[in-house]
């Protein structure tokens, strides 16, 4: 731990193990000393069922997001559709009504 930090009196071990357990990938630096590959493979052994958890936990979000997603775009889709058969039957439905005489061509 460092021993200038104040803050850093109380915090223990485990600190230090969570964070590069979680974030060893992302941080090359903590509590201003070099991360140690070999101290992050170790860490990610100790929590390991947890990181599997927090994994599958993303995976299962990222799969509901892609199916909203999904789900949206469909419904966008849908309405670009009616809304080209709305304006199909409101030109039509002018056109019959301006035109009398050739009303019968668009049946």
């Known amino acids: ?10 915090v223990s071990d485990e600190y230090e193990a ?3 357990a979680h974030l060893g990938d992302q941080i090359r630096w903590l509590d ?12 990610k052994e100790q929590f390991q069922t947890e990181l599997e958890l927090l994994s599958s936990s993303e995976s299962i979000k990222k799969a509901e997001a ?32 301006s035109l009398p005489a050739y009303r019968y061509i668009f049946y």
């Open 18 to 20: 969570f964070l590069l």
């Open 66 to 97: 892609l199916q909203t997603e999904k789900e949206k775009l469909s419904q966008a889709e849908l309405r670009k559709v009616y809304l080209l058969e709305a304006v199909t039957l409101l030109v039509l439905t002018h056109l019959q009504a």
């Open 1 to 10: 731990m460092a021993t200038g930090n104040p803050c850093a009196k109380n």
């Open 32 to 43: 201003y000393r070099v991360v140690d590959p070999e101290k992050v493979a170790a860490c």
